[in-house]
């Protein structure tokens, strides 16, 4: 990648001439923005920070992760500036993908691998069939925080390959009486097209009476069509889907009721719907000479590709029961994801029993319904205080289709999974906590459930298929050690097993021959990937440093392959090994309120590409399996009424190496860097936010194109260029 100076001298000029920033309404609970979301440490005159998606009240650096909080105001800062929790986590996140700007997040990845998205510790990933529409499943105005643990393990249970996104919703108000938020706002590209404009309305309520708590909310948002840094209107993925030209409508409520001063008792629950306009259609591009896939008014074929999602959760909490802290969740999580449909090149949906060849449309529509409960105790061993242990029990159900609306063929069969899972982890203190030891383990009782069914013709004609009850046990273990010989300064170093089931719904639709048996198909066997990992931390003063090294393997992996231009994505199972650096740090200069920071994360990924029954990774992972590298910079200045930021992400070229020796230059990443820049200045009357995504008007070509479809005209996709978003925020 080559950086030019004069950019590096605009960059720094900005940073060191930011103007003061606002004072925020809750000092105690904030921590000023870094490059990397908030380190999990023990915030400046917060106390502890907890993180709920670790499954303990133990301070994070109790345990042997790298963990990450992004704070209230470090989100709502962030997704000001790019729209969604799923921007807000890449652009803090080093090891996390650029995301694809599409409603549909397939490739992106946190350490090489798929993330686990979830809501107050609900699963949002359907991991039956990955629909990949998991980031996309509440409206960020009702989100407190966001918890990351990085790297495999098996916290949550199912899902957690490359850690896990925890989503805190807004907590229960802490007095009586009436309070709430407005956020009003518009968004707009540089141009300022007609098209272009956006613009969101929000409000939540909250009410206290004695025991009594409820909060409800509801959230509006038009989203405008994107243009690109030559000031074309980016191309439209029909298929998958897209959040440019779409409405979405949100609903949040949370009731709760206090069972004594220790005992809990809420209700949650949520609704996202997300919706094409089904403006544009798409305007083939020419990756031969850099030109990119451009969107035209028109009408496409069926329906918008849409995205929606309800859940509901009832949790109890008693955080002194018998000396110990309690905790037990029932929950239901429904999902409809529906993709748009073309005629051609999706050449799957073709059947000369129904139409002609090449004639027939068609669209799929993922259905996933999971519902099950969480149950744990947790306290410091009596006579052994030192020794804080865990025990519990998660349970999880999950039902998942693959549907074809236009035609009502089934594409994907019915597939039912159980989980049932007890679990135990221990935590042991030594010489005044200066020396931890942690470990656990996780017992996983999986079935899957699928009946016979046929698959579409497209399989080299269609094949019955027998169906079947596979069952799998895995006992899973984690282990570490935490040595904090001073106050703010650690190292760590741990191991952990994570646990997940490859894409079965892609495996099980593209079966094409007979003679199989879900029973013994080995393709839908789990994976279970390794993850090892030690770090190094240092919080105190002005400086808050941290650099981690991991190494991740799988013997039986999952990628995500096309076969050919236009066909869809399918599994193979693979051995996958990935390790990476991370590196970052944060400095309070002298500067009153001025906070420089940066972060670096380098990985790479190696995978068995060859049929020779040899277990030996010989190529590179591609864009869709795994995050280039990157560096970022930021500088944050607050003080006063007036806050201000500017950010600048470097993803750094690279080469894939497809065939051993080989270095095609269709699969080489050239590289770009992006630059966001906020304002903020409280008033009496609310906050006035201005912020700019791409202030230097950028033309890039995104990375998952340029990795994954670098020949596929109706798939070469620009990034998005510069757009601005003013909103005003009141609380009350």
């Known amino acids: 990648m080559h950086i030019r100076p004069s950019f590096l001298l605009v960059t720094t000029m900005l940073a060191l001439s930011s103007r003061p920033a606002l004072a925020q309404s809750e000092p105690a609970t904030q921590s000023e923005p870094a490059t990397q979301s908030e380190p999990a440490a023990e915030a400046e005159g917060a106390g502890p920070i907890v993180v709920t ?28 500036i790019g729209g969604s929790i799923v921007d807000a986590v890449s652009a803090l996140t080093p090891s996390f993908s650029p995301t694809r700007q599409k409603l549909s997040g397939a490739g992106e990845t946190l350490r090489g691998r798929s993330p686990l998205y979830a809501i107050n510790g609900i699963p949002q990933t359907a991991p039956l069939r990955d629909g990949s529409r998991d980031g996309f499943t509440i409206d960020p105005f009702f989100i407190d925080r966001v918890e990351l643990i990085y790297g495999s393990n098996a916290l949550q249970g199912i899902g957690g390959a490359g850690g896990i996104v925890n989503q805190v919703t807004v907590a229960p108000p802490q007095s009586d009486g009436l309070s709430g938020r407005m956020l009003v706002q518009g968004n707009a590209d540089t141009g300022f097209h007609g098209d272009g404009v956006g613009g969101k309305i929000a409000g939540l309520l909250a009410w ?19 243009y690109d840094g030559h000031g074309n209107r980016v191309g439209t993925d029909l298929t998958q889907g897209e959040t440019q030209d779409s409405r979405s409508w949100s609903l ?6 206090a069972l004594s001063d220790s005992a809990r008792l809420d209700l949650t629950m949520s609704r996202f719907h997300l919706k094409g306009e089904g403006d544009y259609v798409t305007l083939d591009g020419n990756p031969a000479i850099d030109l990119p896939t451009t969107s035209v008014r028109g009408t496409p074929p069926g329906v918008p590709a849409t995205n929606r999602t309800e859940s509901a959760a009832l949790t109890l909490t008693d955080g002194d029961l018998w000396g110990g802290n309690f905790i037990a969740q029932l929950f239901f999580n429904r999902s409809r994801d529906t993709y748009g449909g073309e005629v051609a090149p999706i050449a799957t949906f073709q059947d000369a029993a129904i139409a002609p060849v090449n004639t027939l449309f068609d669209q799929s529509q993922n259905r996933s319904r999971k519902y099950g409960g969480k149950i744990s105790y947790e306290r410091a061993v009596p006579g052994f205080e ?13 039902l998942t289709e693959q549907r074809l609306i236009a035609t009502g063929r089934t594409w994907v069969p019915p597939t039912d999974y159980r989980s049932l899972a007890p679990f135990a982890q221990l935590n042991l203190a030594l010489f005044d906590k200066k ?18 069914y046929h698959t579409l013709a497209s399989y080299r004609g269609g094949f019955d298929v027998a169906g079947g009850t596979p069952t799998f046990h895995d006992t899973l273990f984690n282990g570490g050690a935490i040595l904090e010989p001073w106050e703010g300064i650690r190292a760590y170093a741990s191991y952990a097993e994570g646990y997940t089931v490859p894409d079965v719904g892609r495996i099980a639709r593209a079966v094409d021959r007979a003679g199989v048996d879900i029973d013994n198909y080995v393709n839908i066997s789990p994976i279970v990937s390794n993850n090892r990992e030690i770090g190094v931390e240092v919080k105190r003063g002005p400086v808050d440093a ?46 009153p309120g001025l906070t420089l920071s940066t972060g670096y994360a380098h990985l790479i990924g190696r995978t068995d590409g060859s049929d020779n029954g040899i277990d030996k990774v010989d190529r590179d992972l591609d864009g869709a399996n795994i995050s280039p590298d990157r560096l970022n910079v930021a500088a944050s200045y607050v003080h006063g009424p007036l806050s201000a930021r500017i950010q600048t992400q470097f993803f750094l070229s690279r080469q894939f190496e497809r065939e051993p020796g080989k270095y095609p230059v269709l699969y080489r990443f050239d590289g770009y860097e992006v630059t966001d820049v906020s304002l903020r200045y409280q008033t009496r009357f609310g906050a006035l936010t201005l912020a700019a995504q791409n202030i230097f008007d950028r033309f890039t070509i995104d990375y998952y194109t340029q990795t994954v479809r670098p020949t596929d005209k109706a798939h070469y996709f620009a990034g998005r260029g510069r757009n601005f978003t003013l909103s005003w925020d009141y609380r009350f």
């Not at 030192?386 to 999950?398: E, I, K, Q, R």
């Not at 020396?435 to 999986?446: P, S």
């Open 53 to 80: 998606a670790a499954r303990t009240i133990l301070p994070a650096n109790a345990l042997p992760m790298t963990i990450d909080v992004i704070d209230r105001e470090t989100l709502n800062q962030q997704v000001a």
């Open 208 to 226: 206290r009476a004695g025991r009594w708590d409820a909060t409800v909310g509801a959230a509006y948002e038009k989203r405008g069509a994107f």
């Open 252 to 257: 949040f409520g949370r009731f709760g009721y």
């Open 386 to 398: 030192a020794l804080t242990a865990v025990l519990g029990f998660d349970a999880l159900y999950d």
């Open 435 to 452: 020396l931890r030891l942690a470990g656990g383990i996780r017992y996983e009782d999986v079935r899957i459930h699928i009946d016979d």
């Open 546 to 591: 941290s650099a981690a090294y991991f190494w991740s393997t799988s013997k039986n992996g999952s990628l995500l392959v096309q076969q050919s231009v236009g066909a869809p994505f399918e599994v193979q199972r693979q051995r996958v090994e990935i390790q990476g650096l991370e590196l970052n740090l944060s400095v309070r200069t002298p500067l």
